[in-house]
Nanobody
């Protein structure tokens, strides 16, 4: 059974940085795609960035140049480095793993950016 555990959320002032971590178990991540999504209060969950098994990355336009997704296989971790944070980045951030026949979610970690 795949499990995803996020950490690293918190409170930061506008312009600050945070690095979120997603530790995965139950998979070697040699297929499929890991991603970060976010859900602001009262809004739908939205895609932020993904990294595929072959290291191909994708970013939503609103975060390009500010967020970087990466992986560290030795620790079974996918990171997202978030710089130049804005109040509109405030949300619960979720780690996600998709394969051809399954989707898994972590429990989420709160990020709050104050102006």
């Amino acid at each position: 059974q795949v499990q995803l555990v996020e950490s690293g959320g918190g409170w930061v002032q506008s312009g600050g940085s945070l690095r979120l971590s997603c530790v995965y178990s139950g998979t070697t991540f040699r297929h499929g795609t890991m991603g970060w999504y976010r859900q602001a209060s009262g809004k739908q969950r939205e895609l932020v960035a993904t990294i595929a098994w072959d290291n191909f990355t994708y970013y939503e336009d609103s975060v390009k140049g500010r967020l970087t997704i990466s992986r560290e296989d030795a620790s079974n971790t996918v990171f997202i480095q978030m710089n130049s944070l804005k109040p509109e980045d405030t949300a619960v951030y979720y780690c996600n793993y998709k394969t051809w026949n399954s989707i898994y979610w972590g429990q989420g970690t709160q990020v709050t950016v104050s102006s």
